[in-house]
Every structure is written in C-alpha cells, then in structure tokens.
C-alpha cells in the first residue's frame, strides 16, 4: 500500500473543516479525561475521537477516511490488549506517515520507544501523568508544523500545474509558427 501524501487536490481545502485527533488507551476513564483536555482546547479547530482499543482505532480512522476526514493526530498509550501501541503506530505510519504520533503512557520500556520511534514515526513519547499545559502545547506545534507542511506541499502542487500548463502553451505556440 502506498502511503498518502500529505496534500492531495481531492483533499480540497481541508483547513476548511476540522481535522481530527484519535485518542487510544483501553483504559477508559484515561480516554474520558483525555477527550475532555482536549476539547476545552481543540474544540475550534479539531474533533475528539476516542477508541478503546488499536483494532477500535484502525477502524475508526478508515472511518473517517472515507467520510473525507484527516486524521492529523494520534495519541495512543502503549500497554493495550492485542495490538500494542508502537505496532499500532507503525501499522499508521506506513499508510499515514505524516499524521502526527504520540505515545502517552505509563508503563512502556525503552525498547518500546524505540521501536515506535525508529518504525512509527513517534513525534512525542509522553509519560503518564501527563501535564495537560504541556502536551497541549506539543500538540498545537506539531499541528502548526503539520499544517505548514500541507500547505507548502499544495503551494507546490499548484506550481506544478501551473508549469505543466505554460510548457504546453509554449509548445502550442511553438507549433503553430
């Protein structure tokens, strides 16, 4: 599967909607104090989506995927049931490699770490208890990085077009000469 890229035109101008934020942990009462951090801060810009599991999760972001959503964040804890939480972000790194990706969690070892970094493509590794100031303000640059990233990337796109159609409009004219 070939991963997406970070700007598509069948995007559109998805800045226009909110993005969403996918939050995974089994441990529910973890998942509703999260969602709820989140909101009183991301509210405007983004959508809170919870799942109790990575198998929850997996569905959920092809969910919203084909409902015309970007995912732009994904915070998962690493000691879950089935899939664990650096399998699961190297599973979404490999279609997703641009979402944003944060391991939150209270028990994982450096070798989990490291793999979610060197096979994830982790962008944070938050130990539980989180400051919420703090991993708020991770958040809000990342997706600031995120968005820059988009936008040059449909900037360049543009610019592409834009060469395609003067190339050929050089070539009509030098053929009609």
Not at 17 to 35: A, Q
Request: glycine content about 6%; proline content about 3%.
């Amino acid at each position: 599967m070939d991963p997406r890229p970070i700007y598509s035109p069948d995007l559109g101008d998805h800045f226009m909607n909110k993005g969403y934020i996918v939050c995974v942990d089994d441990e529910i009462s973890v998942l509703d104090t999260l969602r709820e951090q989140l909101r009183q801060y991301f509210e405007q810009s983004h959508e809170i989506e919870v799942a109790a599991s990575a198998e929850e999760a997996l569905e959920l972001i092809e969910d919203i995927k084909e409902s015309g959503g970007l995912v732009e964040v994904i915070i998962t804890d690493q000691v879950m049931p089935g899939m664990k939480g650096d399998q699961f972000l190297e599973k979404i790194h490999r279609e997703f490699p641009d979402t944003i990706k944060i391991l939150l969690t209270g028990q994982a070892g450096l070798d989990n770490a490291i793999h979610a970094i060197n096979r994830g493509g982790l962008n944070r590794y938050v130990e539980k208890p989180w400051n919420m100031e703090e991993l708020q303000k991770d958040i809000k640059e990342l997706i600031e990085k995120y968005q820059q990233q988009v936008e040059n990337q449909r900037l360049i796109a543009q610019l592409e077009s834009r060469i395609t159609a003067l190339e050929d409009e050089n070539r009509s004219l030098k053929d009609g000469e």
